[in-house]
């Protein structure tokens, strides 16, 4: 469970890392002197760049999320199945036990 939090933890810094070095490389090309179609060019391939990356982030991150949760569904079904086991080995071992009893 540990791992989950750390993923989440480094996808957000990794997201905030992104999200800053495309406002950096912006803020980089406002300053610059160079000319408004250049400049606009070069913000609009950075956004560009930047929207692809996320998109990817965001589909590594579903694919992760979905995984997690089928890993889950199975172990929780495999635990149910052994408690639901153990409960009727229980159930068959006191009606045995009664039997007994009741032939004594």
Do not use: C, H
Request: a negative charge; charged letters at 35%; aromatic letters at 2%.
């Amino acid at each position: 469970m540990s791992e989950n939090d750390n993923g989440a933890g480094v996808g957000a810094v990794l997201l905030s890392f992104l999200a800053g070095a495309a406002v950096g490389a912006g803020v980089a090309l406002l300053v610059a002197p160079k000319t408004g179609e250049e400049i606009r060019g070069k913000i609009k391939g950075l956004a560009d760049d930047a929207i692809d990356k996320i998109k990817d982030y965001t589909s590594e991150a579903q694919e992760k999320i979905k995984t997690t949760l089928e890993d889950g569904k199975e172990m929780i079904n495999e635990k149910k199945s052994i408690l639901t086991s153990a409960i009727e080995a229980g159930k068959e071992a006191i009606e045995r036990e009664r039997e007994r009893l009741k032939g004594a």
